[in-house]
């Protein structure tokens, strides 16, 4: 539930989730997306997991929005620059230490103002340093364990632009 508010506020409308599980972010992001008119695309390694999410995708009634990629999702994350051009929000919750090669597929994706979240980030501390060092990302960290990482963007002296947090236009 802590990664629904931030959807609608930043106009997002490309959701990237990895690490579906049941299903349940998932369905607090997509709820958060129907006020903008979006979709999520969230990765599942596990056959068992994703049948259970498509199921509970379809019963809370937002399966329309959804486009579960099943399988590994180091894998399958470069064929997302084939069906989007950008994406608004990230959400990390699946093998932690994937995290950083998770980032620097989607990095490149994620749109000026994008929100990178990330759970159980204390279990990641190569992420922690990845998303630390970075002079184009700036990290809130939200209690011990989740972190929320704005994708900064720049005026025309490179300088970070920090009045900056809306959609593109």
Known sequence: KPVKPEVPEIGAKRVVEIGTSNGYSGIWLCLALRQTGGKLYTYEIDAGRAKLARENFKRAGVDELVALIEGDAHK????LKDTVDSVDVVFLDADKDGYVDYLNKLRPLVRPG????ADNMISAPAYVEAVNTDPALETLYIGFRFGVTLKKRFDREGRPDRAFLGPTQ
């Open 114 to 117: 994008g929100l990178i979240l």
């Open 76 to 79: 399958e994350l470069p064929k």
